[in-house]
């Protein structure tokens, strides 16, 4: 890919690796969402449910979050950037982004109390608009900073957003992320280095049995996890499975505010008839509510995207951010 390849693509190209990877990580967090957005319980388990629920304990809680904040950042870095091309105050744009997302933000707390959008909304305004111009090294740094700070002082959470969200910008700043193609060297060097961690993670949690007494163990051992997940996924992306994954994931990618909102109303609409409720252990229904939510919105995801160029939110909040109705069905040529 030559420079100016990849200028482009940063201007006016999609990046098909991250679409699959935001699609990926949809998947890893609405298995840890649908226990709190229906009120399940976490008491002594039965069955089968118990070593569902010691799985998601162990190999995805904790571990797919900073996946998704990351990639905010990579998305508001990139919005950013795009914006400049086009307008003289970009950043007023990543503002009315930034404040579009938290009201929507604002209307999902209704229906699941916690839930990150908002967070993503405030830490950005918080974070990302005074940082926007800053030199790449200051972002990367501080970024760091800003993580370590939040897994230190507050045992992760909430608190990693704002380093992740400004270590996703610096991974913009530093060309990392449109010059994915050319860092499969890279990408298993990190996934050397953060898959044992990672596992010795895993390790801790099954010796102290899931009990939550080293917070600040768990949300470094997630931390790893995540950077593992995330590189292993570019990885097996440049292999034979590209296009199966792709085909996976990508449309759950694309339209991932869309699919993150209405696994929520899903979940609440649907999750009761199944016994999914107010003090429900069973992880195995759950397990098995949580793969058709994703098939259906994979299948619906693939329909709407034949037709139209966003997904619904993704197009409103896009009109809102340019305050004009932008095209939505797909141009045809």
């Keep these: 890919m030559t420079t100016l390849d990849v200028r482009t693509q940063r201007l006016t190209g999609r990046i098909h690796d991250l679409d699959a990877l ?15 957005i229906a009120h399940m319980g976490w008491g002594p388990a039965i069955g089968v449910a118990d070593p569902v ?3 998601l304990n162990m190999f995805v809680q904790q571990r797919f979050h900073p996946i998704f ?9 990139l919005f950013l950037d795009r914006a400049g091309a086009r307008v003289a105050h970009p950043r007023v744009l990543l503002f ?15 229906l699941m109390p916690g839930e990150p959008l908002l967070i993503y909304a405030v830490a950005g305004m918080v974070v990302l608009l005074p940082t926007a111009r800053l030199p790449r090294w200051v972002l990367l740094w501080g970024g760091l900073a800003l993580l370590l700070t939040g897994l230190i002082a507050a045992d992760g959470g909430v608190f990693l957003v704002p380093g992740l969200l400004v270590l996703g910008a610096a991974a913009v700043r530093c060309g990392l992320v449109e010059t994915l193609d050319h860092r499969t060297r890279q990408l298993g060097v ?41 590189s292993g996924f570019l990885l097996l992306f440049r292999t034979r499975l590209r296009g199966a994954l ?18 929520t109303l899903l979940t609440l609409s649907f999750g009761p008839l199944i016994g999914l409720g107010e003090g429900s252990i069973r992880y ?15 299948a619906f995801s693939r329909w709407w995207l034949r037709r139209f160029g966003h997904g619904p939110l993704e197009w409103l909040w896009r009109c809102a951010t340019w305050w004009r109705l932008v095209p939505l069905r797909r141009s045809v040529r």
């Design 246 to 263: 792709a085909a996976v994931f990508t449309p759950l990618g694309r339209m991932a505010l869309t699919n993150f909102v209405s696994a």
């Design 96 to 110: 009315r982004r930034l404040a579009v997302l938290a009201l929507i933000g604002v209307g999902h707390q209704f």
């Design 22 to 36: 935001r699609g990926f990580a949809l998947c890893g967090i609405l298995f840890v969402n649908i226990p709190s």
């Design 284 to 298: 195995d229904r759950m397990l098995l509510f949580a793969i058709g939510v994703l098939a259906a919105q994979w």
């Design 69 to 77: 904040a990351f990639l905010f950042g990579v998305g508001f870095a």
């Design 190 to 230: 990190v996934f050397g280095i953060s898959v044992v961690p990672a596992g010795i993670g895993v390790w801790i949690q099954v010796i102290s049995k899931q009990e939550p007494t080293f917070f600040l163990i768990w949300a470094t051992a997630g931390l790893f996890g995540a950077v593992a997940y995330a």
């Design 53 to 55: 629920r010691t799985a």
